[in-house]
């Protein structure tokens, strides 16, 4: 489940920011999170004790996760009184620097489009926009790709966490029959997106995934979530 994500232009919200240089939360004014149009972003919820299975001893497996994917993977810092920690899933600075560099020629072109009356100047521009769109949409495409290898990745050392915590084959039998639980936090100005007119989205991903998929009320938001923020569950049995 792949969406851009557009912030919310709320006053005095909380967001990400890397100025610390150690991934905590900090007050800002009119600060959007930084994601650009073409990237995919995603805020995955991981139990604390399950953290080390995807870090690794000395970083090993989240280094190896960002290796095979190219995406770029963090955990976040433990929020006091949370029992949950965020993993920020985002496309590399190459792909980002792609996609606003597409964003602003696209926007440049738009501008200039009622100034441009020569046939053959439009023909050449159209031409270059053409090849410009294909390799925009595959940079795209590689883009996204690389952020959902990257997060399937995640949850499956989040599940095997599980089953190795379980330390027994009966156990492992068990945890494999159990639900299994996917948590992300998505902004609020997207849960529309998702849900689609009459909740007609979501159904839709429902069936076709076989999963339970909805938005928990706001109560359920965890201690390391924004003020803009909703928690999106999937859940299948």
């Not at 967001?15 to 805020?43: C, D, H, I, M, Y």
């Not at 929020?79 to 602003?104: H, M, N, W, Y």
């Not at 390799?135 to 399937?152: F, M």
Request: proline share 3%; hydrophobic share 30%.
């Amino acid at each position: 489940m792949s969406v851009p994500l557009t912030p919310s232009k709320r006053p005095h919200n909380r967001n990400l920011t890397e100025s610390n240089g150690k991934g905590k939360w900090q007050k800002v004014q009119n600060q959007p999170v930084k994601s650009s149009l073409g990237s995919a972003v995603f805020r995955l919820l991981c139990p604390a004790f399950k953290t080390g299975g995807v870090i690794g001893k000395g970083g090993t497996i989240i280094s190896e996760i960002r290796q095979q994917t190219g995406a770029k993977v963090r955990v976040e810092d433990t929020v006091p009184g949370c029992d949950g920690r965020v993993v920020f899933i985002s496309g590399s600075d190459k792909e980002t620097e792609v996609a606003t560099d597409l964003s602003q020629e696209d926007g440049s072109e738009e501008t200039n489009k009622d100034k441009e009356k020569n046939d053959e100047m439009e023909q050449s521009q159209n031409n270059e926009d053409k090849e410009s769109d294909t390799v925009g949409d595959s940079k795209s495409d590689k883009g996204t790709s690389s952020v959902q290898k990257a997060l399937l990745l995640v949850f499956e050392r989040i599940i095997e966490g599980e089953a190795e915590a379980g330390g027994g084959e009966e156990d492992t039998q068990d945890s494999s029959k159990s639900s299994i639980v996917l948590r992300l936090l998505v902004f609020s100005s997207q849960v529309g997106c998702l849900l689609g007119k009459g909740g007609s989205v979501i159904k839709h991903m429902s069936s076709e995934s076989g999963a339970q998929i909805r938005i928990l009320p706001r109560d359920k938001l965890p201690l390391c979530a924004s003020v803009t923020d909703e928690l999106v569950q999937y859940c299948r049995f």
